[in-house]
């Protein structure tokens, strides 16, 4: 599976996610905008960047957060969430907080 498949898959299972517990999901269309999505529960609106990972270090799933070409956010420090697909595992991670890191490490025996 490609990267380009493996990302829309992710996106596809961040916006269920979502759904499922109660958010209004806002996406974007262009593929240009700053962020993968928004979403927004009780008045508090919160940016997403979706990532995916088939790609093991150390016995954890690594990501790198910084983007390298597609959408303009750059790295975690201007998104709310991040939701980490792990392909192999078909399983997704949210993470709130993570701020001004240019990687991120999930063991493999990490829970949601």
Partial sequence: MDSSTRG????LITKAHFLVEGYNVYDQITGKEKHDMIIEK???????????????????WFVKLRKTSGNNCRSMHDCDVL?????KEDRLVIKRGIKNRASISIKMEEEE
């Avoid at 829309?8 to 996106?11: F, K, L, M, R």
């Avoid at 939701?83 to 392909?87: E, G, P, R």
Wanted: charged share 20%.
């Fill in 42 to 60: 009780d008045g508090l609106l919160e940016t997403v960047e979706v990532k995916s990972t088939t790609i093991i270090k150390n016995n954890s």
């Fill in 8 to 11: 829309a898959i992710a996106e």
């Fill in 83 to 87: 939701a980490l697909y792990i392909v």
